[in-house]
């Protein structure tokens, strides 16, 4: 059974930071590529960062770059997401997902085979 589990959300304050963590498990980590996407109340669930095993770049939505960036731990299963410099905007449930194969970044949600069951982040102003 497939599973991928987020942890790390919360309340914190504008300018703060939080780590978002996914562990996965039931599946060959190391051929998914793997993203993040939120989904704030009220708006369409939206890609934030996504992770190729190898090749290209990470990519990232344009409001959060420079202040995300996201990782993979293949000794853990895991891919984790640094949030730097938060602000209310960026509140919303964060979702982890996996799309199968090691080339190419996850481009929308049609794409993606799993799913997280989601951990919400609150930021304060």
């Known amino acids: 059974q497939v599973q991928l589990v987020e942890s790390g959300g919360g309340l914190v304050q504008a300018g703060g930071s939080l780590r978002l963590s996914c562990v996965v498990s039931?599946?060959?980590?190391?051929?998914?590529?793997m993203g993040w996407f939120r989904q704030a109340p009220g708006k369409e669930r939206e890609l934030v960062a996504a992770?190729?095993?190898?090749?290209?770049?990470?990519d990232y939505a344009d409001s959060v770059k420079g202040r995300f960036t996201v990782s993979r731990d293949s000794a853990k299963n895991t891919v984790y997401l640094q949030m730097r410099n938060l602000n209310p905007e960026d509140t919303a449930v964060y979702y982890c997902?996996?799309?199968?194969?090691?080339?190419?970044?996850?481009?929308?949600?049609?794409?993606?085979?799993?799913w997280g069951q989601g951990t919400l982040v609150t930021v304060s102003a």
């Open positions: 997902a996996a799309r199968f194969g090691r080339l190419g970044n996850i481009r929308s949600s049609y794409e993606v085979q799993y």
């Open positions: 992770i190729a095993w190898i090749f290209p770049e990470p």
């Open positions: 039931g599946l060959t980590f190391n051929n998914y590529n």
